[in-house]
C-alpha cells in the first residue's frame, strides 16, 4: 500500500473507541488475519508512490482540530473495509482531503482514499467471507453500537458506540475529536505498520 495519512482521535477518545473494537473470536474458527488490532483512524490519503517529504509537504501549514460525526455501521466487500464506521462529510473534513489529495495529485504521487470519509471497525480476510462480515457488525449492533434511524439536522443517519462505563457513568462516543495526523508505512501484515511521523494539530477555539 506504501503510506498513508491519517487522522486520529485524542488519546483518551482513542482509547475509548480501541475497547469495543472486536476481537478474533473463540467461538469460531477465523483466518489469522481477521480482526488484527487496529488503530482507530480516517485516511485522508494514501500512496504507493508518495514520499514522506512529499506527504508532509501535503499538509497544510495550519492545521486545527476536526470534529468527526459518526454516521451509520456498514459492511463492505474489501478488507480494509469489513466493517466500518460512515462519516459525515463536513466543510472542515472535506477541504483537508482535498487540499492534500490535490498537492499530492501534482507530486505525481496518484493518491488515493476509497470510500472517504470512514473509521474502519474491523479488518476481516476475504476467505472468511461476508457471512463474517455480517457477524461481526450485528456482534457491534449487540453489545456496542447505537443506531438511531431518525435523522439528524441534515436528514443523515446517526450511530454512538457504547463504550463501557466510567465513574461519571456510561461513555458514549457519536463521533471523536481529530487531533492528530500521522503518517503510517502500511506494508505488509497490519501489526508490522509503522508510524513514522505524529503531528499534534492545533486546538480549535472558536
Known sequence: MGLSLWLVPNPAQLQLIQKVLPKQPKTRPVSAASYPDIIPHITLASSGKATQDAILRAIPSTLHSIPVEF??????????????????????????HGHIMAALDRDGA???????????????????????RKKAA?????????????????????????????????VCLAGFEGTEVWIVRCEGPVQHWQVLHKMILTPDVT
Do not use: W
Open 71 to 96: 454516521q451509520k455501521l456498514e459492511v463492505g466487500d474489501h478488507y480494509f473495509r469489513s466493517v466500518f464506521i460512515s462519516v459525515k462529510k463536513t466543510t472542515e473534513l472535506v477541504a483537508l
Open 138 to 170: 450485528d456482534e457491534l449492533r449487540a453489545i456496542a453500537v447505537v443506531e438511531c434511524p431518525e435523522t439528524d439536522l441534515d436528514g443523515a443517519e446517526t450511530v454512538v458506540l457504547r463504550c463501557g462505563d466510567s465513574g461519571e457513568g456510561h
Open 110 to 132: 496518484s493518491p488515493s482514499a476509497p470510500a472517504f470519509p470512514h473509521m474502519s471497525i474491523s479488518y476481516i480476510a476475504n476467505e472468511d467471507g461476508a457471512a463474517e
